[in-house]
């Protein structure tokens, strides 16, 4: 399995020479093997290696037993390594986001000061193939469009890097068993609480039963997306270099104005519309949702001069008579406050 580790790393750029990679390790099998398996292929890739555990404090017993596995097997592979506790529930409740959103946010938040401290330019995660059919499902679920029915990548902003993404669990764990390497099984993943726990456990299995390649048919529709992504990405960056123009804020939060071109804007394809408006939310760090989209798309194409839409924490676009401006008139405020409404004049 190395070997064909070596060949992904390789084909799809995920490191150079000399680079240090942060690579985060739960202790289950996942991240477990991806540790072994970069620090077998470092020599190769000169590449150094430096095992991060987080204790989320969410499972005190376990996570013990976690840190002290993972320093062990970073120890003995000659990795350097490190860790830290985050509250959790703390952080979810001050920030009114999930458990789930919080652990994540707050992990690769570790991870990025982990790199800075040891002049790691890359960060892997283990995600594998199975992650990614789960993603896919898990998005639809939520609503998403082509962009998220790609799936996650290989590589994301050029450091972010997932060796794991076309390789099954299955394999994994057989990699594990050969190498005689130990792991642990976090309770939480038998947890239905979460959603992704029961689209793993429930969701993927009845598939199976009308299709028991799903996970595999899922991972290439995923493929095929990414690729026809690439194209539109590039599409929609030449189309915002013409219309769109991006100026200073002077709300004190850093975030700037968006000015969007009228007429050009309605002369693009509906897909067009839709991905430039996505952007400008991404812009201006608010979740773009189909529904906050379509009544841009609505509003861009009948409404009256003057128009306004009123999004989540104090985010608004006004229709004028050459512009679509999207700003924060009074800086970002932490109440969602979702009005979502139109207002005229």
Excluded at 94 to 108: D, F, M, N, P
Excluded at 178 to 193: A, C, G, M, P, Y
Excluded at 210 to 228: C, G, H, K, M
Excluded at 314 to 338: A, I, W
């Amino acid at each position: 399995m190395e070997k064909e580790i070596l060949a992904v790393i390789r084909t799809a750029g995920l490191v150079s020479p000399g680079e240090g990679v942060i690579v985060g390790v739960s202790g289950g099998p996942d991240s477990m093997a991806l540790l072994h398996v970069l620090a077998a292929l470092a020599p190769t890739l000169s590449i150094r290696i430096i095992a991060v555990y987080v204790n989320h404090q969410l499972r005190p017993d376990e996570a013990e037993k976690e840190g002290h596995l993972v320093e062990q097997l970073a120890c003995s592979l000659g990795a350097s390594f490190a860790t830290c506790r985050i509250d959790v529930k703390g952080e979810a409740g001050k920030r009114k986001i999930s458990i789930e959103h919080a652990a994540r946010e707050l992990r690769y938040d570790f991870f990025g000061q982990a790199a800075e401290k040891f002049l790691a330019e890359k960060i892997a995660v283990a995600h594998t193939a199975d992650d990614q059919a789960e993603e896919v499902l898990l998005r639809l679920i939520r609503g998403t469009g082509r962009t998220g029915l790609s799936g996650m990548k290989m590589m994301r902003d050029g450091k972010i890097i997932r060796p794991f993404l076309t390789t099954d669990k299955e394999e994994l764990l057989a990699y594990l068993a050969e190498k005689n390497i130990s792991f642990l099984t976090d309770s939480s993943n038998l947890q239905r609480d979460y959603l992704r726990n029961r689209v793993r456990l429930d969701l993927i299995p009845y598939l199976r039963e009308f299709n028991p390649n799903i996970s595999e048919t899922l991972r290439r529709t995923a493929a095929v997306l990414q690729d026809e992504e690439v194209i539109l990405a590039a599409l929609t960056e030449n189309y915002w270099e013409q219309i769109v123009t991006v100026l200073p804020g002077n709300t004190g939060d850093g975030l700037p104005v968006i000015s969007v071109e009228l007429a050009a804007f309605l002369a693009l394809d509906r897909a067009l519309q839709r991905r430039i408006a996505e952007k400008v939310f991404i812009t201006l760090q608010s979740r773009p949702q189909f529904k906050k989209i379509a009544q841009i798309l609505q509003v861009a194409a009948s409404g009256e001069t003057g128009a306004r839409l009123h999004f989540s924490r104090g985010l608004r676009m006004k229709k004028g008579r050459q512009h679509l401006v999207f700003s924060y008139p009074e800086g970002k405020t932490s109440s969602r406050g979702d009005l979502d409404d139109i207002r005229q004049g």
